[in-house]
C-alpha cells in the first residue's frame, strides 16, 4: 500500500490521536475507537497499525514520565504529524466524494 493510502484501523487511530490531542497513548487510543465506533480492536492491531503510521511520518512518539500507577514505567505518547493530517484529509474527503448520494442507492433492495 502506498505511504499516503490509509486502511481503516490507521484513519481511525489517526481520528482518535488528533481527538485526544496530548492525552493520546495506546490504551486511550483504543479506549476512543470503541466508545465512538462501538468496536472494539485487539491491543496488538492497535499497536501495529501506530507503527506502520511512525514509519509512514503521519505520527510521532514520545516516551512520558514513568508513574507509580504503571510499576515506574512510561507511557508512549502520540502526535499526528502534519503529514498525517494531509494523509487523513485526503482519506476523509475521498470518502466523501464516494458517498455522496450513495444514500439512496444503499436503502434499495
Do not use: C, N, W
Not at 493520546?24 to 501506530?50: D, K, Q, W
Not at 511512525?54 to 514520545?62: L, M, P, T
Amino acid at each position: 500500500m502506498p505511504p499516503f493510502l490509509l486502511g481503516e484501523l490507521e484513519q481511525l487511530v489517526l481520528l482518535a490521536i488528533a481527538r485526544l490531542g496530548s492525552d493520546a497513548y495506546g490504551v486511550a487510543i483504543r479506549r476512543e475507537i470503541a466508545a465512538r465506533t462501538g468496536r472494539e480492536f485487539p491491543f496488538g492491531s492497535v499497536y501495529t497499525a501506530l507503527g506502520r503510521l511512525e514509519q509512514k511520518g503521519f505520527v510521532a512518539s514520545r516516551l512520558g514520565d514513568p508513574t507509580p500507577e504503571r510499576g515506574g514505567r512510561r507511557k508512549k505518547h502520540y502526535a499526528i504529524t502534519p503529514a498525517g493530517r494531509r494523509a487523513v484529509q485526503r482519506s476523509l474527503d475521498a470518502i466523501r466524494v464516494m458517498a455522496r448520494g450513495i444514500d439512496a442507492r444503499l436503502e434499495t433492495p
